[in-house]
């Protein structure tokens, strides 16, 4: 009787704070793909404005998982405890730790509704980033130990945190705003960012494999150890070989003569949305995959899943063919359509064509 007590009050205690964990807070703010980048209000340059985004291991601070505390304009200059932006690694090209950083958290975040929702008929309401995001869960009447329900709570929240990854840049694509004022053209479909997303989210669900139980606290103090372990054995380099490499660059992949939000700030992108990613860069060849099975081959998005619903917003997606713009309701199956779309409209449009 006792035990059972204990059982009881134990997944009270997960309830009680899995409900009182906040959602991270949009994104951080970070970077188009370049350095020393440039800013204009209109057709008006922002005079003595530089970003300087290229950093190395030793600037990025301590991690914070992200529930608003942290200000704006402090990660973006780097005035908080952490600091983000580019770091080149010999192994995965370059990573951009904004990506990693918001991936691990939502990663955390969706780990805790997991717990408690995987086999119900349950959803949850995110901010809308252009589309309204809902996390749908669905009935399953299938018993899992609590071993299982911690490995599939794990490997989901990887799965479904990457899948919002990939939606964000679609809809950044289509013409999102984060920070007012500045609609993120630059950013979408970067070559580094999913990579850089996934890298976050399996990160992640290797520290609540190995402590299902951790707090918000403990998984921001891991996050900074496994981070920089993948670093290090991604191979990173000193901020020196980062600038030099990003000059490579100017002009093939980024255009140093433009000014954010410039879309064509940024000259290469990756429309491919897919599940094993190879780094760009030549020679970096470290690949990431993430899984969209359980153990058991059975498909994560039977059980959980990212929804997109028709919103406010829609006009933002009028340019899209009629019959994927009228779906009321997105899901996976449609991301690759509208990346493909975004890449046709860009070869089009591309001043450099």
Partial sequence: MKKAALVILSLMSGVVYSQSLKAPVGVRPCCAFGMDLKAQLGSVPVPFFSIENVLDANGLGAHHYNDGSESVSGSLFGFNDEANGIVFTSKGGFIDTAHVRDTADYTYYLFQLNRQ????????ELPAELRIRRVQWLENDQQLTEAERIQRS?????????????????????????????????????SEDLYSNMLGALLAEAILLEQPDICQEGFSKAMDVSFQQALDQLEVQPQAVARAKMTQLDGKWWDSSRRLPDKWVVLFRDYHLALKLTPHFPDSTAMLSIDDHFLNQQSIE????????????????????????????WRAQEFQRL???????????????
Avoid: C
């Fill in 117 to 124: 929702n995987l086999g119900t008929n349950t959803a949850i």
């Fill in 154 to 190: 794990a490997k989901s929240a990887a799965f479904t945190a990457y899948r919002m990854a990939q939606w964000h840049e679609i809809a950044q694509w289509f013409g999102m705003v984060s920070v007012s004022g500045f609609k993120e053209y630059a950013s979408a479909f970067s």
């Fill in 302 to 329: 039977a059980w959980v899943r990212l929804e997109l619903h028709a919103g406010d917003q829609e006009r933002s997606f009028a340019n899209l063919p009629e019959p994927l713009r009228s779906l009321p309701v």
């Fill in 339 to 353: 990346a493909d779309f975004a890449q046709a409209w860009d070869k089009r449009t591309h001043p450099h064509n």
